[in-house]
């Protein structure tokens, strides 16, 4: 099993930009798919984003799409998630999550981090 921590959430306004940051351990990082979900007050959680483990696959949700990026560093055993045009519905505490396949990950990852909050001012 891996060990997720995220960092980098905070408070920024509509149209701004903040850059989530997950660190792993526990495994050889590269042969894992890496995720971001999301849970908004009152909501379930929801799928963001993902990534294979050499970076060929990225998927992504209909709602960020052309606003977030899902980028991985394998020596540095750190992914990443881009977000910019942040608007108040991205609200959330955001999840980094690991799994075996790209499959497994957006579906029921094997992995979760302890989650960052983001919040979007309008």
């Known amino acids: 099993q891996v060990q997720l921590v995220e960092s980098g959430g905070g408070l920024v306004q509509a149209g701004g930009s903040l850059r989530l940051s997950c660190a792993a351990s526990?495994?050889?990082?590269?042969?894992?798919?890496m995720g971001w979900f999301r849970q908004a007050p009152g909501k379930e959680r929801e799928f963001v984003a993902a990534?294979?483990?050499?970076?060929?696959?990225?998927y992504y949700t209909d709602s960020v799409k052309g606003r977030f990026t899902i980028s991985r560093d394998n020596a540095k055993t750190t992914v990443y998630l881009q977000m910019n045009s942040l608007k108040p519905e991205d609200t959330a505490v955001y999840y980094c999550?690991?799994?075996?396949?790209?499959?497994?990950?957006?579906?029921?990852?094997?992995?979760w981090g302890q989650g960052t909050q983001v919040t979007v001012s309008s």
């Open positions: 999550a690991a799994g075996d396949t790209l499959v497994v990950v957006t579906k029921s990852p094997g992995s």
């Open positions: 526990g495994r050889t990082f590269s042969t894992y798919a």
């Open positions: 990534i294979s483990g050499n970076s060929a696959t990225r």
